[in-house]
């Protein structure tokens, strides 16, 4: 038997970051995948830090999203620092369009959306938005300018999370395949591995994302279900884009800011369940919306095309915190939101570890809310 103070089922970004911030609070620390570490939706995503809601059910997650976003810097600095590897962080805002509809009603609703979330949000004349980014299509009818959003190269963070918890002394243990939880009482106290092996720890954080539920002891609390996204890569010769741009039809994220440029394009969402794969009608709806955002994409190259499985939830809130038995805490269904939410998740994970409290009122994302009217809401209060 194996033993560490915290087991981390998931090596995504979310758990390798977790790792990270617990050993550097001098505790052992052992990750745990079912496949190749940082592989799924970590290293599928796009790379937007927005903490701007994409839908309704999405707005309780802002002001977490807000706090994350301001971790940012800090984080990138202490796993560049350790890892010696560069995540690509970019500052500098993201346009959003509007290219149907009542264009200045639908704007006016977004600035005030926006402003009254505590994000701010600068409404742009058409010659404004023109002259920052010289390559929006003629469709676009309306624009703002989201100042405070960033972005990063999931793949880069990833590599450089990986280096900096290995360099802090986590064990990385790619290809295990956790069964169950181990439990002694009302204590969880480990995991069981497919290879009969068990894992002993004193805390266990569950943040498989959307393999949550195929944990059997986990699935009450984590009712998680894949949501495919497939996703594009451009090689764009012509005019660089200089911001992260949206519409309501898609989104384009440059990687930097010289040509020839590689331009991130999706998404999808899909219930498909564990099926990653592509599909004609994916793509063309990705190409048909970034070419309508910027027209002279329709000439670059596709330098490549996959899919990666998110972690969605009933509520798409994410499952965070203590359940009502001890030493499990849960980090997951984190849905589209896995790379923006990871400094706070990390932070919030560890401050329950190690100090039994958090910072973050973190009680709407509880595990316990899907137990119903019988949860013992208590542990969140411990």
Known sequence: ???????????????????????????????????????????????????????????????????????????????????????????????????????????????????????????????????????????????????????????????????????????????????????????????????????????????????????PEAAPYAPTVPIRGQMVALRNSGMPIRHVLRSERGYLVPRGVESPQTVVVGSTVENAGFEKRLTSGGIEKILSAANELAPELAKAEIVETWSGLRPGTPDQLPILGPVDFDGLVFATGHYRNGILLTPVTAKLIGDWITEGRTSIDWEMFSPLRFLGDKADRSATAR
Not at 44 to 56: I, N, Q, T, V, Y
Not at 84 to 94: C, E, F, Q, V
Not at 145 to 155: A, F, G, T, Y
Request: proline share 5%; with cysteine; net charge negative.
């Open 1 to 215: 038997m194996k033993t560490y103070d915290v087991v981390i089922v998931g090596g995504g970004i979310i758990g390798g970051s977790i790792a990270f911030d617990l050993a550097r609070r001098n505790l052992r620390v052992a990750v745990l995948d079912r496949q190749e570490l940082m592989h799924e939706a970590s290293w599928a995503a796009a790379g937007m830090l927005s903490p701007a809601p994409d839908c309704p059910a999405a707005i309780p997650l802002v002001p977490l999203g807000r706090a994350s976003l301001a971790l940012y810097p800090k984080f990138v600095a202490a796993v560049e620092d350790a890892s010696g590897l560069r995540t690509r962080y970019r500052a500098g805002g993201a346009v959003e369009v509007i290219c149907h509809g009542d264009a200045g009603r639908e704007l006016s609703t977004l600035v005030a959306l926006h402003r009254g979330l505590g994000l701010a949000c600068e409404p742009l004349r058409l010659e404004e938005a023109r002259n920052m980014e010289p390559a929006l299509g003629r469709e676009v009818q309306a624009a703002a300018l989201l100042p405070d959003e960033c972005s990063i190269e999931p793949r880069a963070l990833a590599s450089a999370v990986l280096a900096a918890a290995a360099s802090a002394g986590v064990t990385l243990c790619p290809g295990v395949e956790v069964n169950s939880l181990a439990r002694d009482g009302n204590k969880c106290v480990g995991v069981k591995v497919s290879s009969g092996e068990h894992f002993h720890a004193a805390h266990v954080v569950l943040a498989a994302g959307c393999w949550s539920s195929q944990i």
